[in-house]
């Protein structure tokens, strides 16, 4: 019901701008497959697109002056293009870098200009404004579903409207399960890689699918997953209810602790330590990064687990033991068992959640999913679709004693 009401929501409020300004049209439908198709919709040799929020726009063609309201945007622009992703973007924003600094330089070192690109500031903190995004002559402005949110409650997207600027929603943080999909073939259609992006699609229904297949007629009580998010930055213990990883537990066939014990209609929320002791998870995964010029969270009692291109697996281990030291979690039998992992906290807002998904699958049904070698099929992932080499270290379970 949750999911619905936002989605109507958001359409009547697309909607009612519509009317009031007579610039864009709107999807009577809910299906979020992104009508993202040349002549479809449209005029003959327009490009139109449906976007996550069942917005649709049309354009003459391929725009030429992208604002991206997310750097991280780029995990997607890596594959769509590999000889020259950032083509067309005049603008971005500075979370990539902030955020995951270790994608970041393995990106700048393949295309020296991702350094040279204008940022704009926080929709959050208030230091975005039509006016600065109108500096770029952007042909189009592309929002996430938190920066719409944010935008349509300060009363920007009625701006941008009436400035005659374009925008579209795409969305991989909310429901990553249900847009991604929509989200590669919107980026694919905006930067004119429509046949790249089918092919990641065509691949990450593969993945997907074979995990999808193999839990569907799993018997008995689901393995009930407790999702740690960002350890160390945040005191102990957030984690996501029906939304984001909390999302792919569920579709690798587990039951994700957040949506039991999360009170309330939260996307996201913290959950105690004696909570998660008197539940005692089969598995805990902490999620982590490259994070090592972040501070530490003041009420935190652990640091982060160190993952990403430039980490190497047995740093990567030791830091996500020292999560054990989190006053109680030594008593976890998750722990005790080794059935405590740490994964990439990028999987949470990118493309490539579909390696998560499966880690989730492996760990949670290591029987059904013993074929699945996480590192070599990401490995495989960067040779045919990603313009740098693989790296790092993005999975990690405890080992020994």
Same mark, same amino acid.
């Given at each position: 019901?949750?999911?619905?009401?936002?989605?109507?929501?958001?359409?009547?409020?697309?909607?009612?701008?519509?009317?009031?300004?007579?610039?864009?049209?709107?999807?009577?439908?809910?299906?979020?497959?992104?009508?993202?198709?040349?002549?479809?919709?449209?005029?003959?040799?327009?490009?139109?697109?449906?976007?996550?929020?069942?917005?649709?726009?049309?354009?003459?063609?391929?725009?030429?002056?992208?604002?991206?309201?997310?750097?991280?945007?780029?995990?997607?622009?890596?594959?769509?293009?590999?000889?020259?992703?950032?083509?067309?973007?005049?603008?971005?924003?500075?979370?990539?870098?902030?955020?995951?600094?270790?994608?970041?330089?393995?990106?700048?070192?393949?295309?020296?200009?991702?350094?040279?690109?204008?940022?704009? =500031?926080?929709?959050?903190? &208030? /230091?975005? #404004?039509? +006016?600065?995004?109108?500096?770029?002559? $952007? %042909?189009? *402005? !592309?929002? @996430?579903?938190?920066?719409?949110?944010?935008?349509?409650?300060?009363?920007?997207?009625?701006?941008?409207?009436?400035?005659?600027?374009?925008?579209?929603?795409?969305?991989?943080?909310?429901?990553?399960?249900?847009?991604?999909?929509?989200?590669?073939?919107?980026?694919?259609?905006?930067?004119?890689?429509?046949?790249?992006?089918?092919?990641?699609?065509?691949?990450?229904?593969?993945?997907?699918?074979?995990?999808?297949?193999?839990?569907?007629?799993?018997?008995?009580?689901?393995?009930?997953?407790?999702?740690?998010?960002?350890?160390?930055?945040?005191?102990?213990?957030?984690?996501?209810?029906?939304?984001?990883?909390?999302?792919?537990?569920?579709?690798?066939?587990?039951?994700?602790?957040?949506?039991?014990?999360?009170? =309330?209609?939260?996307?996201? &929320? /913290?959950? #105690?330590? +004696?909570?998660?002791?008197?539940?005692? $998870? %089969?598995? *805990? !995964?902490? @999620?982590?990064?490259?994070?090592?010029?972040?501070?530490?969270?003041?009420?935190?009692?652990?640091?982060?687990?160190?993952?990403?291109?430039?980490?190497?697996?047995?740093?990567?281990?030791?830091?996500?033991?020292?999560?054990?030291?989190?006053?109680?979690?030594?008593?976890?039998?998750?722990?005790?068992?080794?059935?405590?992992?740490?994964?990439?906290?990028?999987?949470?807002?990118?493309?490539?959640?579909?390696?998560?998904?499966?880690?989730?699958?492996?760990?949670?049904?290591?029987?059904?999913?013993?074929?699945?070698?996480?590192?070599?099929?990401?490995?495989?992932?960067?040779?045919?679709?990603?313009?740098?080499?693989?790296?790092?270290?993005?999975?990690?379970?405890?080992?020994?004693?």
């Amino acid at each position: 019901m949750k999911k619905t009401r936002s989605r109507l929501t958001a359409l009547l409020g697309v909607c009612a701008l519509a009317a009031s300004v007579g610039l864009v049209g709107c999807s009577s439908s809910t299906d979020k497959s992104a009508e993202a198709s040349k002549g479809e919709g449209g005029k003959e040799g327009t490009i139109t697109i449906t976007d996550i929020v069942d917005h649709t726009v049309e354009f003459d063609k391929v725009p030429e002056r992208i604002i991206l309201g997310e750097s991280r945007a780029a995990y997607t622009l890596a594959f769509l293009n590999k000889e020259d992703p950032l083509k067309g973007v005049v603008a971005w924003g500075k979370d990539l870098q902030k955020n995951a600094p270790d994608f970041y330089d393995k990106f700048v070192e393949k295309f020296p200009k991702a350094k040279d690109i204008p940022t704009i =500031g926080s929709l959050k903190k &208030g /230091d975005v #404004t039509v +006016e600065n995004l109108l500096e770029f002559k $952007p %042909d189009v *402005v !592309v929002l @996430t579903q938190d920066m719409y949110d944010v935008a349509q409650s300060k009363g920007m997207i009625d701006k941008l409207d009436k400035s005659d600027v374009k925008w579209v929603v795409t969305d991989y943080r909310r429901q990553p399960v249900e847009n991604t999909e929509a989200t590669v073939e919107i980026l694919g259609k905006l930067t004119g890689n429509e046949d790249t992006a089918k092919k990641f699609v065509d691949y990450y229904k593969e993945k997907t699918e074979d995990v999808k297949t193999k839990v569907a007629n799993v018997s008995g009580e689901k393995p009930k997953t407790f999702l740690w998010r960002a350890a160390g930055l945040i005191a102990c213990c957030a984690t996501f209810k029906e939304s984001n990883f909390g999302t792919m537990i569920d579709m690798a066939g587990g039951h994700n602790l957040g949506d039991e014990l999360l009170p =309330g209609d939260v996307e996201d &929320g /913290d959950l #105690t330590p +004696e909570q998660i002791l008197s539940s005692q $998870p %089969d598995h *805990v !995964v902490v @999620t982590g990064g490259a994070w090592g010029d972040k501070e530490l969270d003041e009420g935190a009692k652990t640091s982060f687990v160190e993952l990403g291109y430039a980490t190497d697996h047995d740093r990567a281990e030791q830091s996500l033991r020292d999560e054990l030291k989190q006053p109680g979690f030594s008593e976890l039998e998750a722990g005790k068992k080794n059935q405590m992992y740490g994964i990439y906290h990028q999987f949470y807002d990118s493309p490539y959640n579909f390696i998560a998904i499966r880690a989730f699958a492996k760990w949670q049904y290591p029987d059904k999913f013993a074929d699945v070698d996480l590192e070599k099929e990401f490995k495989e992932f960067h040779e045919e679709f990603m313009p740098f080499d693989y790296s790092g270290t993005f999975f990690v379970q405890l080992s020994g004693d």
